[in-house]
């Protein structure tokens, strides 16, 4: 059962960081009281444009959106055009009208935060560099969240930009590991869990909604399969860990001490469990059905592989 929340949503949109994000939008009881933008998938400037061009398309405008990082702890992002393309979207978008607000991603979290404590679910969907920012400069603010969830990492599971490394930890696994090392009850959704979730190019294609969230969704999810002929599935790595946080009986989970490589070479970015009971919930088998059946009812997606 989807729980009702107020949500922040740390991102760097993204093709599955938009669909998540509609997917929230869509979501009844739940409400999105700000995004904040990093640098990840695109630029920060691109990641912010994308943002709000995507609230606007989605009638959203009133949405306040938090510039964040232009750079990691260390270096400079990689980003992703080989995935998401060079703009970040695989559907153009006007636009926007809209402009960030004055205050910084970091000054937002921290307003929010500790203005209301408990009263918000962070859902960090980049590099977790604007949290770990965060910490440095207030480090009780991010204890006042009911709830923070995480996508990245891959623990036991091959990485997706390197043997050992998911892109998100790739990025920022200086900023990773500030926030795991922080002790904070986070859930970290890695790829392991994402790889559940998937779904075919022929499948895709097949998919029909008269939800105008859902037309947008679709209109993404087919735009990145029509970029590359080559692509065969497209996994929800996203709109998992926002499904997650909104309903948690999603997938089984077990509670582990992570590290994250810091050695410039193969191991850089890379998830190590350092052994025995820790703080990170971290989810291991998804119920599939009950998550496209989540996609399904708030978008009125039809044909979704809900069996």
């Known amino acids: 059962m989807v729980q009702p929340a107020n949500l922040i949503i740390d991102t760097d949109p993204g093709v599955d960081d938009a669909i998540a994000i509609l997917m929230a939008l869509a979501s009844p009881g739940v409400d999105i009281v700000g995004l904040t933008t990093v640098g990840g998938n695109v630029p920060l400037a691109r990641s912010t444009r994308n943002a709000l061009a995507l609230l606007q398309a989605a009638g959203r405008s009133d949405i306040p959106v938090a510039r964040g990082a232009t750079r990691p702890m260390r270096g400079r992002y990689i980003y992703a055009p080989q995935f998401h393309g060079p703009g970040g979207l695989s559907t153009r978008l006007p636009d926007p009208i809209a402009q960030p607000v004055p205050e910084g991603a970091v000054q937002f979290l921290h307003n929010h935060l500790t203005r209301q404590p408990g009263g918000f679910v962070l859902v960090a969907l980049g590099p977790l560099t604007n949290l770990a920012r965060l910490i440095r400069e ?49 859930t970290l959704v890695d790829l392991a869990a994402c790889r559940q979730v998937g779904i075919s190019r022929d499948q895709a294609f097949g998919l029909r909604t008269a939800h105008p969230l859902g037309r947008l969704v679709l209109s993404l999810l087919n735009g990145w399969f029509q970029r590359e002929p080559s692509r065969e599935r497209f996994e929800f790595y996203d709109p998992l860990a926002l499904a997650i946080a909104l309903d948690p009986a999603i997938a089984t989970v077990v509670k582990v001490d992570l590290d994250v490589g810091l050695e410039e070479n193969d191991s850089w970015g890379e998830t190590l469990e350092s052994g025995g009971p820790g703080e990170v919930t971290l989810p291991q088998a998804v119920n599939v059905p009950r998550f496209f059946g989540m996609l399904e009812t708030f978008l009125e997606i039809e044909e979704l592989p809900v069996q």
């Open 138 to 186: 207030w480090p009780t603010a991010l204890e006042q969240a009911k709830k923070i969830v995480i996508m990245g990492g891959a623990v036991d599971t091959p990485g997706n930009v390197t043997p050992k490394a998911e892109f998100n930890f790739y990025s920022d696994p200086v900023a990773a590991e500030i926030v795991l090392s922080s002790r904070l009850p986070v």
